[in-house]
């Protein structure tokens, strides 16, 4: 059966075949904010995201001023902004992150799915220092290139899995940074015993860890914190929160 990140994927070809015939090109090794420096810090690193709808929750927050959230975000202690740019399952755009970029100077993550060098070109002229590989979303081979790739740009990775099989194929690459996606992105289950269950492998190999997705607590964070987690990546309860200080203040550790 065709799953969500089948069809996500299908829609990402057609995009890159459309870059390409329009002759996009962007090669340059412009300057970037680290995301790992950051994640080396005392404390959990909050990754906040920009993440206007979901395909598994449909509408959080489609009108945000991206601007403004951004804003709040750095204001209140983000050691990196996420930025969903993917139009047609979650409604954002490469000019939100391009927005974003223009009002902050904390490290930018393009959450998209990258298949190809062209998205990752786009990702850095519209000013992200991060880009998101999906294990399951790409060959071994084409995981390689694209990580390679990336970080001759000087771009930051973080190489995202969800279970035991992606782990250690992302861990051939020997990446900085492993996001662990709670979520399963073809069942839209999320469940935090993925982070639980994945991180002694990940610290063990000397990767910064990131628990991606299901968080919302103080609970939470401790959870993923108490296993190894450097970073927590959330985007669901930003989206939803009345005052995105006061859900710093209480994801705090
Ligand atoms: O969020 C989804 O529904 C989704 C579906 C298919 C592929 C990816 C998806 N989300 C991307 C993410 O991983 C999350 O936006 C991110 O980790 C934040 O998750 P949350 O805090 O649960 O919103």
């Given at each position: 059966m065709e799953t969500i990140l089948d069809k996500i994927i299908a829609q990402k070809k057609l995009e890159v075949a459309e870059l390409q015939r329009s002759g996009f090109r962007y090669e340059e090794v412009r300057p970037h904010v680290s995301l790992v420096e950051n994640?080396?810090?005392?404390?959990?690193?909050?990754?906040?995201?920009?993440?206007?709808?979901?395909p598994s929750k449909g509408a959080l927050n489609v009108e945000v001023d991206v601007k403004e959230q951004a804003k709040q975000y750095e204001l209140?202690?983000?050691?990196?902004?996420?930025?969903l740019t993917d139009t047609n399952f979650f409604k954002g755009s490469f000019q939100d992150l391009k927005d974003a970029r223009s009002v902050v100077s904390v490290p930018l993550l393009c959450k998209d799915f990258m298949i190809d060098e062209v998205q990752i070109q786009k990702a850095n002229e519209a000013g992200a220092d991060i880009i998101l590989l999906i294990v399951a979303a790409l060959p071994v081979e084409r995981l390689q290139e694209l990580y390679r790739y990336a970080t001759e740009l000087g771009l930051e990775v973080i190489v995202e899995v969800h279970d035991e099989e992606e782990l250690e194929a992302a861990l051939a690459i020997g990446p900085a940074i492993i996001g662990v996606n709670n979520r399963n992105l073809k069942t839209f289950e999320v469940?935090?015993?993925?982070?639980?269950?994945?991180?002694?492998r990940v610290v063990s190999s000397g990767a910064l860890l990131i628990s991606e997705s299901g968080i919302f607590?103080?609970?939470?964070?401790?959870?993923?914190?108490?296993?190894?987690?450097?970073?927590?990546?959330?985007?669901?309860?930003?989206?939803?929160?009345?005052s995105v200080a006061d859900l710093f203040g209480a994801l705090r550790i």
């Open positions: 994640l080396k810090k005392p404390g959990v690193t909050v990754i906040a995201e920009i993440k206007r709808a979901s209140s202690g983000a050691g990196a902004i996420s930025v469940n935090l015993e993925t982070t639980e269950r994945l991180a002694k607590t103080k609970e939470d964070v401790v959870r993923v914190q108490r296993v190894g987690a450097q970073g927590i990546l959330v985007g669901e309860a930003f989206m939803r929160a009345d």
